[in-house]
T-cell receptor, first 113, second 116 residues
Framework: DSGVTQTPKHLITATGQRVTLRCSPRSGDLSVYWYQQSLDQGLQFLIQYYNGEERAKGNILERFSAQQFPDLHSELNLSSLELGDSALYFC????????????FGSGTQLSVL | KNQVEQSPQSLIILEGKNCTLQCNYTVSPFSNLRWYKQDTGRGPVSLTIMTFSENTKSNGRYTATLDADTKQSSLHITASQLSDSASYICVVSAQAGGTSYGKLTFGQGTILTVHP
């Protein structure tokens, strides 16, 4: 168990809808990262938050947004969902901002029908 | 463009046998190289992390090597077990300045299947 908790484990929704994925980092970790893993692609970095502030942005679509709350949990919001958004979404956390040691959650499997 | 390529894409071996997975990268400037194990439906778990000056690192039956000159790494698994069946992902981190996140480039992974 990595100590990173993601909910829900599975999510099935329709095109055009909006969903929220939730992540609780390991105790003591200030950084949260979001990644997308599609069926035939490697993990793609979406965004990083450190102590409530956005620190780095990857290939995140404008339809997606995230935030980190004062208790350090994070939410990834996906809106106007398309079929191609179906993927595994992973959250990871690290103690510092540089991401030297990442601990991954078990992921949320999103299926857009 | 930073890239990480892994080979083979998939590998089937018998329990008890050894195997070696390969990783070639073109990430610059290089900071460190990591190997992760990802079980089906689970998040990746770190096996090893190596910096420029390290050319080998072990974690139990897993031994990673790094040749920074040729930009190649390998992960050797000895005396394989059924529980080694997983995807093995090579991840290379680019250097970041100061307090910035070192951008990670992920390989596609090698799917290892260990048969009894």
């Amino acid at each position: 168990d990595s100590g990173v908790t993601q909910t829900p484990k599975h999510l099935i929704t329709a095109t055009g809808q909006r969903v929220t994925l939730r992540c609780s980092p390991r105790s003591g970790d200030l950084s949260v990262y979001w990644y997308q893993q599609s069926l035939d692609q490697g993990l793609q970095f979406l965004i990083q938050y450190y102590n409530g502030e956005e620190r780095a942005k990857g290939n995140i679509l404008e339809r997606f947004s995230a935030q980190q709350f004062p208790d350090l949990h994070s939410e990834l919001n996906l809106s106007s969902l398309e079929l191609g958004d179906s993927a595994l979404y992973f959250c990871a956390s690290s103690e510092g901002v540089r991401g030297e040691k990442l601990f991954f959650g078990s992921g949320t499997q999103l299926s857009v029908l | 463009k930073n890239q990480v390529e892994q080979s083979p894409q998939s590998l089937i071996i018998l329990e008890g046998k050894n195997c070696t997975l390969q990783c070639n990268y073109t990430v610059s400037p290089f900071s460190n190289l990591r190997w992760y194990k990802q079980d089906t439906g689970r998040g990746p778990v770190s096996l090893t992390i190596m910096t420029f000056s390290e050319n080998t690192k072990s974690n139990g039956r897993y031994t990673a090597t790094l040749d920074a000159d040729t930009k190649q790494s390998s992960l050797h698994i000895t005396a394989s077990q059924l529980s080694d069946s997983a995807s093995y992902i090579c991840v290379v981190s680019a250097q970041a300045g100061g307090t910035s996140y070192g951008k990670l480039t992920f390989g596609q992974g090698t799917i290892l299947t260990v048969h009894p």
